[in-house]
């Protein structure tokens, strides 16, 4: 189980965009912890040729680069900050992830 899934309301911890807030679009995972891509954070220009048979014009384009899964943390509605999750077993054998601060259960569905 992983402590932070894609949909996951995330903050930026570390890094150039310290502070700024998004969703998880998709977890990219690899042998040293995984990166993210988060909406509105790490953005990067990237110049693409554009390809007149398809139809793609060229330019500079705007998009999310990866981060990595250290430098953020899950929002909590209920603090307004970003912050560390942990792992618990429910009685009824259900493995949920829960906030360390204040003992609440992130996804309960």
Same mark, same amino acid.
């Given at each position: 189980m992983q402590r932070i899934k894609k949909g996951d309301d995330v +903050? +930026? !911890?570390a890094g150039r965009d310290k502070g700024k807030r998004g969703n998880v679009l998709r977890v990219l995972k690899d042998e040293r912890g995984g990166r993210a891509l988060v909406d509105n954070a790490c953005l990067i @220009? *990237?110049?693409t040729r554009g390809n007149p048979k398809s139809g793609e014009s060229g330019g !500079? !384009?705007?998009k999310e680069a990866p981060i990595h899964m250290s430098n953020l943390a899950l929002y909590n509605p209920a603090s307004g900050k970003g912050e560390r999750v942990g792992f618990k077993t429910l009685k009824d054998g *259900? @493995? +949920?992830r829960y906030f360390v601060s204040n003992g609440e259960v992130v996804d309960l569905t």
């Amino acid at each position: 189980m992983q402590r932070i899934k894609k949909g996951d309301d995330v +903050v +930026v !911890i570390a890094g150039r965009d310290k502070g700024k807030r998004g969703n998880v679009l998709r977890v990219l995972k690899d042998e040293r912890g995984g990166r993210a891509l988060v909406d509105n954070a790490c953005l990067i @220009k *990237r110049h693409t040729r554009g390809n007149p048979k398809s139809g793609e014009s060229g330019g !500079i !384009i705007e998009k999310e680069a990866p981060i990595h899964m250290s430098n953020l943390a899950l929002y909590n509605p209920a603090s307004g900050k970003g912050e560390r999750v942990g792992f618990k077993t429910l009685k009824d054998g *259900r @493995k +949920v992830r829960y906030f360390v601060s204040n003992g609440e259960v992130v996804d309960l569905t």
